[in-house]
């Protein structure tokens, strides 16, 4: 999954959960500890393109956006600007949309910057200078935006694209990894969660099968599992996504590539 809806402006984070063993002295030493930056880590591989991300709670279409990724330039460094797009659905046609815009370094997947703005007039616009993010907030009720500008120990991966962690990590089966999540809406807290690649598997999308590498994502601090990842190292890279929730139902995300809108 990409970039998702989050927060007040309907924009859906998706987040993430650790593997747990019974030795704790072989996990560390079989486990990746990857902070931002870290070698094991290359999203290089990645290239443009489009793909319309559905989300599903039972059999009901309950949201829809168009994910857009181009990779390019700036300033000599190369980077992932990701397009998220919300689109009405049948079943909630008056819904709030929102257009998020986010850029990344395209190696480490550092965030650098993120713009969301929202169809009730809401916005956040944000970029991460170093160790301190910058930018201005307006909710929809405010007359006028107040400044950001807060600065953080530690820096993560965008919490609403943490599947891109394991994919830019290779995908080999039996990895472990524990990466840092970070979300704009706390820019001070970063989660660590614990990604496990479990190994190719059949999944049907929308309804076609689709070969993909299983990934559970859980929390650390809890070991409670956050989602399971079918997962490509070719566009659209997420093809399929279930997320527990608190009431017990599994929220699925599918993922089918579309073409490219030319600028």
Same mark, same amino acid.
Request: aromatic share 6%; net charge positive.
């Given at each position: ?15 993430? #959960? ?5 030795? /704790? %002295?072989?996990?560390?030493?079989? *486990?990746? &500890?990857?902070?931002? @930056? ?97 930018? #201005? ?5 405010? /007359? %006028?935006?107040?400044?950001?500008? *807060?600065? &953080?120990?530690?820096? @993560? ?102 073409p490219l809108r030319k600028p």
């Amino acid at each position: 999954m990409r970039p998702t809806l989050l927060g007040m402006l309907g924009m859906l984070a998706i987040f993430s #959960v650790p593997a747990v063993t019974t030795d /704790a %002295a072989a996990q560390s030493r079989d *486990t990746i &500890f990857a902070e931002v @930056g870290h070698p094991s880590i290359d999203g290089r591989m990645m290239r443009d393109h489009a793909a319309r991300v559905r989300i599903y709670r039972g059999d009901s279409l309950v949201s829809q956006w168009l994910n857009e990724l181009t990779v390019g330039d700036s300033a000599g460094r190369r980077v992932m600007r990701w397009v998220t797009t919300g689109e009405p659905v049948p079943l909630l046609p008056g819904r709030p949309t929102s257009v998020l815009r986010q850029t990344y370094d395209a190696r480490t997947l550092a965030p650098l910057g993120y713009s969301i703005t929202g169809s009730g007039g809401g916005y956040v616009h944000l970029t991460v200078d170093g160790k301190t993010v910058r930018g #201005v907030r307006k909710a929809p009720a405010e /007359a %006028a935006p107040s400044h950001v500008e *807060t600065p &953080f120990e530690r820096i @993560g991966f965008f919490a609403g694209a943490t599947d891109l962690v394991p994919i830019a990590a290779g995908l080999r089966k039996g990895t472990v990894m524990v990466a840092p999540a970070w979300s704009p809406a706390t820019p001070t807290t970063t989660e660590d969660r614990v990604f496990t690649v479990i190994g190719d598997t059949t999944v049907m999308v929308e309804g076609k099968p689709r070969r993909s590498t299983k990934v559970e994502e859980h929390r650390r601090a809890t070991g409670v599992l956050y989602a399971n990842w079918y997962l490509l190292l070719e566009s659209p890279y997420m093809v399929y996504g279930e997320l527990p929730l608190p009431d017990g139902r599994v929220q699925r995300m599918t993922e089918e590539e579309v073409p490219l809108r030319k600028p």
